[in-house]
């Protein structure tokens, strides 16, 4: 009998199964019986499963077959139903149970997604997360909550959803009184997390509390608190006044728009604050003010910084130059920055043209950097029709293969590692031009797990 595709042996074909892509693997059962019996039987071993609440029959197929292998689990809300995200809560999520050892668990909310500031916040159901935080005490490192709160539990009926949610909190408690202690673990709960793991926590800054921080604080190994700032409701942010010795702090600007920034370096970057990391994704500007804030009052705390756009979809000139704010286009505000921030490790800009020797200057300045992403980078001074240091946007029709040979190994000559301008082929979706919203929600996870 002759051996065709059909008929492959399972053990080789789990082999080759092993080396697929989620979405691969989803197009595989489609190719017989044999491959699809071969997927169900093997338990596939992928690490990072993406699962959309609004498509909940193939999130509940992904969740079976992947389920007890799953290190990374990253669920989008992009629904406003309410329907939808109970029946996901209530039946897929506790099957996450079963998972041997999960890293990561992430939540984000449709007003990222969607990129509507006035979409409803999805609250998450408080019983079933935080148990399925505390049963994977020895090896969750990271929890994500964008978008999304922390629900208040009304009674205990949640704990019985599902049998391994009854039996992993049953020594948890829950308040259903509404508490700021509460905003994002329940601080009754905490003394039991004295073996945890987790590393890195993910809010949204309007939740940020003199009491969430506190409760926070009990956790042993919490290193990083990340907060995220969107473009939502409410558009104005409390200040906040850190206490001494707090955590270290990464703050990510997302899709806000250039009247905002103003108002969150009046708030949120304030004295006391431990900055180590700031990303700036997918705001359309270069807000020059705030790189002078950062070299000020983080020079000795910053090792992050990242600023990504999309290509400008026009390709008249007249877009080119980001338009100026109150700034002294004499001096080259990214080079004073890498110069003074002397913790600096990782620089990442992509949407926005750099003249090389402001490169070389940087990689001169700053022998601290470990990584070093640039996309756009020009020869000639005046290439663009200007020879300041005004900010110049990648426009669509622009070449970004243009620097020589010869000043990349210039370059190289002061850097610890081999650099090369990262090619648009390169590029993630996100920062090409057409990119969709579930691109742009992609890459936010990928930064975010950085």
Same mark, same amino acid.
């Given at each position: ?5 059909? /008929?492959? #042996? !399972?053990?080789? %074909?789990?082999? =080759?199964?092993?080396?697929?892509? &989620?979405?691969?693997? @989803? ?90 500031? /006035?979409? #409803? !916040?999805?609250? %998450?159901?408080? =019983?079933?997360?935080?148990?399925? &935080?505390?049963?994977? @005490? ?96 409410? %558009? ?215």
């Amino acid at each position: 009998m002759s051996v065709g595709w059909a /008929n492959l #042996p !399972i053990l080789p %074909l789990r082999c =080759i199964l092993e080396h697929l892509s &989620v979405n691969d693997a @989803l197009a595989a059962t489609s190719t017989c019986q044999h491959w699809r019996s071969a997927i169900l039987l093997y338990e596939g071993h992928k690490e990072v499963i993406k699962l959309s609440v609004k498509n909940i029959e193939k999130s509940m197929f992904l969740t079976r077959i992947f389920k007890k292998y799953t290190k990374h689990l990253h669920i989008y809300i992009d629904t406003t139903v309410v329907e939808e995200f109970v029946s996901f809560m209530n039946y897929i999520l506790p099957l996450y149970f079963d998972t041997i050892n999960l890293n990561e668990l992430a939540f984000l909310g449709p007003s990222y997604i969607l990129k509507n500031p /006035n979409v #409803p !916040i999805p609250q %998450l159901q408080r =019983i079933i997360v935080e148990t399925l &935080v505390f049963k994977n @005490l020895h090896s969750l490192q990271r929890l994500l909550l964008t978008g999304c709160e922390m629900g208040t539990p009304k009674n205990e009926n949640d704990r019985y959803v599902h049998k391994n949610v009854e039996y992993y909190s049953r020594p948890l408690t829950f308040s259903t009184k509404r508490c700021l202690d509460d905003t994002i673990l329940s601080r009754s709960n905490v003394g039991l997390m004295m073996f945890s793991k987790l590393q890195s926590i993910v809010i949204d800054y309007e939740y940020l509390s003199s009491a969430a921080v506190n409760t926070l604080s009990r956790l042993p190994e919490l290193a990083l608190l990340t907060l995220n700032i969107g473009h939502k409701r409410p %558009l104005s942010l409390p200040r906040f006044e850190w206490p001494p010795e707090t955590l270290n702090v990464a703050i990510n600007v997302i899709s806000v728009p250039l009247d905002r920034f103003n108002d969150i370096i009046e708030h949120v970057f304030v004295r006391g604050l431990l900055l180590v990391s700031l990303k700036v994704m997918f705001c359309k500007t270069f807000h020059v003010p705030l790189l002078s804030h950062l070299s000020r009052l983080y020079k000795s705390t910053l090792q992050e910084f990242v600023w990504v756009d999309a290509p400008c979809i026009s390709t008249t000139p007249f877009y080119r130059v980001v338009k100026p704010e109150l700034y002294d286009v004499c001096v080259n505000h990214i080079l004073l920055m890498c110069w003074q921030c002397v913790q600096l490790r990782r620089l990442v800009i992509h949407g926005y043209w750099l003249w090389q020797y402001d490169v070389l200057g940087i990689v001169r300045l700053r022998r601290s950097l470990e990584r070093l992403e640039l996309s756009a980078v020009y020869g000639q001074q005046n290439h663009f029709g200007t020879a300041d240091n005004r900010v110049l946007r990648v426009l669509a029709n622009d070449d970004l293969d243009i620097l020589e040979a010869q000043y990349i190994e210039k370059i190289n000559e002061h850097t610890q590692f081999k650099w090369a301008p990262t090619t648009y082929e390169a590029l993630p979706p996100a920062l090409k031009l057409n990119a969709t919203s579930q691109d742009r929600a992609d890459y936010y996870m990928r930064e975010t797990s950085i």
